[in-house]
């Protein structure tokens, strides 16, 4: 995780490495926005794409509620 926090790394870089190490837990779309969210050991983390598939932002949940998500996880995915 400690790369993902690394300013050296472009948002490109860091969806790479979340999408190669982490478990995709659920997607949606919202306000011509995709969002997908991954789970990497005990921590969520947001990809924000446009409709032409830019990556807006990328956003850590440590701290902060997934319950937006509840309904759509998979509990057997989560151990």
Do not use: H
Request: aromatic residues 8%.
């Amino acid at each position: 995780m400690k790369d993902l926090r690394s300013n050296q790394l472009t948002l490109d870089e860091k969806a790479v490495l979340i999408k190669n190490t982490g478990l995709e837990v659920s997607s949606c779309s919202y306000a011509n926005l995709n969002i997908t969210l991954y789970r990497i050991q005990d921590e969520f983390i947001e990809i924000w794409r446009d409709f032409a598939s830019r990556i807006i932002k990328i956003e850590s949940l440590r701290d902060k509620a997934v319950n937006p998500y509840l309904k759509y996880l998979n509990l057997a995915n989560l151990n």
